[in-house]
């Protein structure tokens, strides 16, 4: 499976044209700065709130007379409620984005160090080309739903040694895990929270493979893991970014 | 395999009040359904909104339960693999220490499904009996690496069929750690611990059934 994300997604939510604009670059505005990410998550929440309606619809099928009838008491809420459920998936879209890029961009600094050779120097190339397939795959969807991706952020990683380097690496993996589970409540679509959840498993190996090159827990929230919201993993990043 | 219950039918969970409403602040698609259906039926006539009332109805609980007794069910397996199989033979090392381990963790996963299910008004299937061609470290290995990458690809494929948002966030939680134990197996094993690459590939009830349904004895 090259990129489940890259296949035909059939959309519940409206035509690309009818959803606002997606600044480039949002989620990185957001990490950077505290106030808009406060005023962000709110909006999220409200977006949340919102898509009752845009389901009701979705759910009602065909029956568009219905559908009305029974979106109605959601309709005081929120005036454009389907147009919010495609906006909260590019928005997690393109947080994921944001942070792939961030991963992308921390193990090409690794790779450009030459800090692994052999087997551990294989793992690190193999984690890398993963994540910028994630990348790929990333902005492929956002696209798809008439999003704009997020610009690659100019990043920062300290790159000492072999040691500290993979312990670097064994929190970056941890974190995006949690990340992605952090999202797969809040996600509308079927085809984008299958995409995730591909992604999602596969940051969980690599932060598996990482706790045993760095004799850590390979499940350090023991049986269960533990997810993280935006504003938690966002403050996590800050200081990767340049 | 999973069993029906009789929390499956609609009608069952319009007779018990308490069913009907189950999470009814919002933690279910179906439940933001039915409130909808039933504030427009006040509207509008409760003969209007029925057929969306059923709908609703139907996608809760009988589906989640069914896909979590198929999880317990494949729960119950890993647990049996590390703690029964595991013990028996003559594990040595990192093996013995992640049949520990692993073991211990499938069975708080066998614990959590289960309440899950009779939370949701399901009944937890029974634990079959398996058997496991395993008579080696590295056969045991070579089929704790089968059954953690099977378990990823079953929670993953079959998590967008889930209505509840708290089954959901169950499901992930519990599949991120099948994975982070497939990647441990494979490595031991010499093998690449991203077997499909970038992609976790969901695998359907069929594809499981296939390589697990061979160790169940009933």
Not at chain 1, 7 to 24: L, N
Not at chain 1, 78 to 86: E, H, V
Not at chain 1, 178 to 194: D, F, K
Not at chain 2, 134 to 140: K, T, Y
């Amino acid at each position: 499976m090259s990129s489940p994300l890259t296949g035909d997604a059939k959309m519940a939510g409206p035509s690309p044209e009818d959803s606002a604009p997606q600044p480039a670059g949002i989620v990185e505005r957001l990490v950077r700065d505290d106030l808009d990410r406060k005023r962000f998550l709110r909006m999220a929440g409200g977006a949340g709130a919102a898509s009752f309606g845009a389901f009701v619809m979705a759910a009602c099928g065909s029956s568009k007379k219905a559908a009305t009838t029974a979106a109605a008491p959601a309709a005081t809420s929120s005036s454009s409620s389907s147009a919010s459920a495609t906006n909260g998936d590019v928005a997690i879209l393109n947080y994921a984005l944001t942070l792939e890029y961030l991963e992308t961009a921390f193990y090409e600094r690794v790779l450009a160090a030459n800090l692994f050779s052999g087997k551990v120097g294989a793992l690190i190339s193999d984690f890398h080309r993963q994540e910028a397939s994630h990348v790929t795959a990333l902005k492929a969807a956002v696209m798809k739903l008439g999003g704009t991706p997020a610009a690659k952020p100019a990043a920062k990683f300290p790159i000492e040694n072999a040691t500290q380097v993979a312990g670097l690496a064994y929190t970056v993996e941890n974190l995006g895990a949690s990340a992605y589970l952090g999202q797969a409540g809040a996600i509308q679509s079927a085809e984008v929270l299958a995409s995730a959840l591909a992604i999602h498993s596969v940051e969980a190996r690599h932060a598996a493979t990482l706790g045993t090159l760095v004799k850590k827990s390979i499940t350090p929230d023991g049986a269960f893991a533990k997810p993280a919201d935006m504003s938690t993993v966002l403050a996590a990043v800050k200081p990767f970014l340049a | 395999m999973p069993t029906n219950t009789a929390t499956d039918s609609p009608e069952e969970h319009v007779r018990n009040p308490a069913l009907a409403g189950f999470e009814v602040h919002g933690m279910t698609r179906s439940s933001f359904i039915l409130r909808g259906a039933l504030a427009a039926g006040a509207f509008y006539g409760t003969a209007a909104v029925t057929p969306f009332v059923s709908q609703a109805l139907a996608q809760t609980g009988g589906g989640d339960v069914e896909i979590l007794n198929f999880a317990l069910t494949l729960e119950y397996l890993e647990t049996d693999f590390y703690t029964v199989k595991g013990k028996s033979l003559a594990l040595s090392g990192q093996a013995k220490a992640y049949a520990r381990q692993f073991g211990a963790e499938e069975a708080d996963h066998v614990a959590a499904l289960t309440t899950v299910i009779k939370q949701l008004g399901g009944k937890p299937v029974a634990k079959p009996r398996f058997v496991f061609p395993a008579s080696s470290e590295s056969s045991f290995l070579a089929l704790a690496s089968v059954l953690e990458n099977t378990g990823v690809g079953a929670y993953n494929g079959a998590a967008t069929a889930l209505a509840s948002k708290q089954v959901l966030a169950a499901a992930g939680s519990i599949v991120q750690i099948e994975a982070r134990h497939a990647a441990a197996i494979d490595l031991l094993l010499g093998k690449s611990p991203t077997p499909s690459g970038g992609f976790d590939a969901p695998l359907t009830k069929a594809q499981v059934l296939a390589k697990a349904g061979p160790l169940i004895k009933g």
